[in-house]
Nanobody, 119 residues
Framework: QVQLVESGGGLVQTGGSLRLSCAAS????????MGWYRQAPGKQRDLVAS???????NYADSVKGRFTISRDNAKNTIYLQMNSLKPEDTAVYYCNADTTFYNTLVFPWGQGTQVTVSS
């Protein structure tokens, strides 16, 4: 079974940057359309960025122009570069296959990585 391990979160001030990583236990990132999700307290988990096998990226309006998703097939890892962070970006961030494309949860959720942006 595939395991996804997210890392790179932390506490940052408004306007700061973080780079999140998601390492997969098997070679999947070059097979599946992948995405980064986030879940703030009391809210649903939302897709914020996705990347297809053909490297086409898509972003939620709330992060467009500030976040960049990428992947390294050799390392079975996807990344989320987050710049110009805002307090409303505070959430636990997860990666998984793109559920909007597959219409189902493909892999078990990892533990996520906490991002906290202070004002």
């Amino acid at each position: 079974q595939v395991q996804l391990v997210e890392s790179g979160g932390g506490l940052v001030q408004t306007g700061g940057s973080l780079r999140l990583s998601c390492a997969a236990s098997r070679s999947i990132v070059n097979i599946y359309h992948m995405g980064w999700y986030r879940q703030a307290p009391g809210k649903q988990r939302d897709l914020v960025a996705s990347i297809t096998r053909g490297l086409i990226t898509n972003y939620a309006d709330s992060v467009k122009g500030r976040f960049t998703i990428s992947r390294d097939n050799a390392k079975n890892t996807i990344y989320l570069q987050m710049n110009s962070l805002k307090p409303e970006d505070t959430a636990v961030y997860y990666c998984n296959a793109d559920t909007t494309f597959y219409n189902t949860l493909v892999f078990p959720w990892g533990q996520g990585t906490q991002v906290t942006v202070s004002s």
